[in-house]
């Protein structure tokens, strides 16, 4: 995703660069900030600072409040065993993280975020939950045979110009997998996209207007995401991201290409088959190779 938050007028394509710096860190709250190491050399602080802010455009007290009911129902369809090792790859403040850790298993968070690997921190360490929080980007983090569950939720896919960038994250996820593991990725098709595509939208929210604004690009294989927030006082903030939506098939091409096997689309956690009116994308495969 290419992310900005600023006044001045948009840029349409700001692209994260391609995935070739060092590894992640694990993050260690109580390390004072000028002996931390670099948090990541790839993303600019445009970057992180978007996410900082946009909080509020993405998590919703009905997405927040959902996580529980989201477990549940992806557990039932998976069948995980007890204490699996889980990684929540763009865990955010931790929502299905820490919902995760109340059901035994034991819990790895990565995110870009501080300030939301932080939020999430004090939730898990309110519980007692020992998690384990790494900041980084999920470009670049392969843990091999770790996990028994990968998952990637919530609209965290597709982030990337180079679509070799989400390529690469398929393939280590699937690096990361113990034999028989599986990954998640839950998204909005491009089918149900499309379907629902209003180019320009307006809502209000707790006293301040949305005006959201989206452009299709490269042949529809790239959104530019654009929205000005005003507030009561009549100040305004615009925030631009871009992503790459993908179809189900494309998607599941994905995961089959970096040797996922047994892939399905479904169009909720639940495994409700996907059509064009889903509100999610959701697919799942298995790494092959249990026993
Ligand atoms: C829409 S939020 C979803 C968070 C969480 N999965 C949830 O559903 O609550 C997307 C998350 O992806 C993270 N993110 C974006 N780009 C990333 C990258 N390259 N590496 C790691 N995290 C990233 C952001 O910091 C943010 O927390």
Redesign the pocket.
């Known amino acids: ?1 290419s992310t900005s938050n600023t006044t001045a007028p948009s840029t349409p394509e700001i692209g ?1 660069p391609s995935a070739t710096a060092a590894a992640p860190t694990t993050w260690r709250p109580t390390t004072p900030a000028e002996e931390r190491p670099a948090r990541h050399d790839l ?1 600019s602080k445009e970057q992180v600072g978007f ?1 900082e802010a946009a909080e509020p455009l ?2 919703n007290e009905q ?1 927040r409040d959902g996580a529980p009911a989201e477990i549940d129902a992806l557990l039932a369809m998976l069948e995980v065993p007890p204490e699996a090792a889980v990684l ?1 790859l ?4 931790g ?2 993280t820490i919902e995760l850790a109340r059901r035994g298993y034991r819990m790895t968070g ?4 501080r300030t ?1 690997l932080e939020t999430a921190d004090e939730a898990a360490t309110a519980e007692g939950f020992d998690v384990e929080f790494i900041e ?4 670049l983090f392969e843990r091999p045979a770790a996990f028994d569950l990968v998952l990637n ?4 896919f597709g ?1 990337f110009s180079d679509p070799e960038d989400d390529v690469g994250v398929v393939r280590s996820a699937y690096s990361s997998l113990r034999p028989g593991g599986a990954f998640v990725v839950e998204t909005i098709g491009k089918e149900a996209l499309i379907r629902s595509f209003r180019a320009r939208s307006w809502r209000e929210h707790q006293g301040r207007f949305y005006l959201f604004e989206l452009t299709p690009n490269r042949n529809w294989s790239w959104i530019v995401d654009r929205t000005i927030v005003f507030d009561a006082d009549g100040g305004q903030t615009e925030f631009l991201f871009s992503y790459r939506p993908y179809a189900a098939s494309e998607l599941v091409s994905l995961f089959e290409a970096a040797g996922f096997v047994d892939v399905q689309a479904y169009g909720d956690f639940d495994g409700t088959p996907y059509s064009f009116t889903s509100k999610k994308l959701v697919v799942v495969g298995r790494k092959g190779g249990a026993d």
């Open positions: 995703m994260q993303l996410w993405w998590l997405r929540d763009c865990c955010g403040p929502r299905h990565l995110d870009m975020t939301y980084g980007d999920m470009r939720l919530g609209r965290s982030y």
